[in-house]
Nanobody
Framework: QVQLVESGGGLVQAGGSLRLSCAAS????????MGWFRQAPEKGREFVAT????????YYADSVKGRFTISRDNAKNTVFLQMNSLKPEDTAVYYC?????????????????WGQGTQVTVSS
């Protein structure tokens, strides 16, 4: 099993920044890819960013390109999401996820483990 715990959410003004962290434990050696997703009220879970655990290859949703950066620290089994130039439409619960296997995907249903989520609220 893999356990994921997110932290770093909060309330910020539009244009501000937050850095989310996701600490992984358990069978972390089996992780191939990690990602960040978000879910706003009355909306489905939306892909934000993903990173391969070994190579560090990244991919972003168009809505966050140029503003968000995903990174990882393999020695600490931690993935980060640096969020800059935040907008009110970024308000959501942000979830960290881990995927086993080798395929690339942005679909939430293809990820195997999920954290509890952390709330990000951006005021105008």
């Amino acid at each position: 099993q893999v356990q994921l715990v997110e932290s770093g959410g909060g309330l910020v003004q539009a244009g501000g920044s937050l850095r989310l962290s996701c600490a992984a434990s358990g069978r972390t050696f089996s992780i191939y890819r990690m990602g960040w997703f978000r879910q706003a009220p009355e909306k489905g879970r939306e892909f934000v960013a993903t990173i391969s655990w070994s190579g560090g290859n990244t991919y972003y949703a168009d809505s966050v390109k140029g503003r968000f950066t995903i990174s990882r620290d393999n020695a600490k089994n931690t993935v980060f999401l640096q969020m800059n130039s935040l907008k009110p439409e970024d308000t959501a619960v942000y979830y960290c996820a881990a995927k086993l296997g080798t395929s690339w995907t942005t679909r939430p249903g293809d990820y195997d483990y999920w954290g509890q989520g952390t709330q990000v609220t951006v005021s105008s």
